[in-house]
């Protein structure tokens, strides 16, 4: 049973423009959210991550929203840039131990 | 740093044998997980650990074996090796709970 799901598998915006990544949960025990951008034959590395006291995060270029009362959050990136083209899970966790990830959206920024 | 390694990067895997995936991190953390990631899906949590001595059950544990009997190394062991068990294997580590996790390149497992 998915529990984090990306409904997107893959989405292309051109360089300079808003990405937008959405991201929905079934549990509303999940009190801590986070974002990971995958390379191509690399480990995830670690974007951004929000949890559930508040409903914005921003880094930079990055801005993550979460909607705890639709059970989503959603990942911005402005302005997207070529180098942004990876695929993006979404991972969350109510115990701090197990986190559940989707199963990641595919980002091209297109130059 | 080297920050957390994996060893081998590729392994063919005939059904019944078995194998120890290698995971070592140097940053001290006390955290440790493994994950599998089957195509055109999320990783699952396999095991985890909390510190030396002590692991526990994630999402999908049939099959594997672990160990930690150091803060640096946290092996993944399976023993009769089936072709659902057919995937790239992540290590993790982190500093503490719900912190961000710091991943390994993988190790891209196949069963034949």
């Known amino acids: 049973d998915q529990q984090v799901k990306q409904n997107s598998p893959s989405l292309s915006v051109q360089e300079g423009r808003i990405s937008i990544l959405n991201c929905d949960y079934t549990?509303?025990?999940?009190?801590?959210f986070l974002w990971y951008k995958k390379y191509p034959a690399e480990g995830p590395t670690f974007l951004i991550s929000i949890s559930s006291i508040k409903d914005k995060n921003e880094d930079g270029r990055f801005t993550v929203f979460l909607n705890k009362s639709a059970k989503h959050l959603s990942l911005h990136i402005v302005p997207s840039q070529p180098g942004d083209s990876a695929v993006y899970f979404c991972?969350?966790?109510?115990?701090?131990?197990?986190?559940?990830f989707g199963t990641g959206t595919s980002l091209t920024v297109i130059p | 740093n080297a920050g957390v390694t994996q060893t081998p990067k590729f392994r063919i895997l005939k059904i019944g044998q078995s194998m120890t995936l290698q995971c070592a991190q140097d940053m001290n953390h006390n955290y440790m997980y493994w994950y599998r990631q089957d195509p055109g899906m999320g990783l699952k949590l396999i095991y985890y650990?909390?510190?030396?001595?002590?692991?526990d059950k994630g999402e999908v544990p049939n099959g594997y074996n672990v160990s930690r009997s150091t803060t640096e190394d946290f092996p993944l062991r399976l023993e009769l090796a089936a072709p659902s068990q057919t995937s790239v294997y992540f290590c993790a580590s982190s500093y503490g709970t719900g912190g961000e996790q710091f991943f390994g390149p993988g190790t891209r497992l196949t069963v034949l």
């Open positions: 991972a969350a966790s109510y115990t701090g131990n197990q986190f559940y």
């Open positions: 650990s909390v510190g030396a001595g002590i692991t």
């Open positions: 549990n509303s025990m999940f009190d801590y």
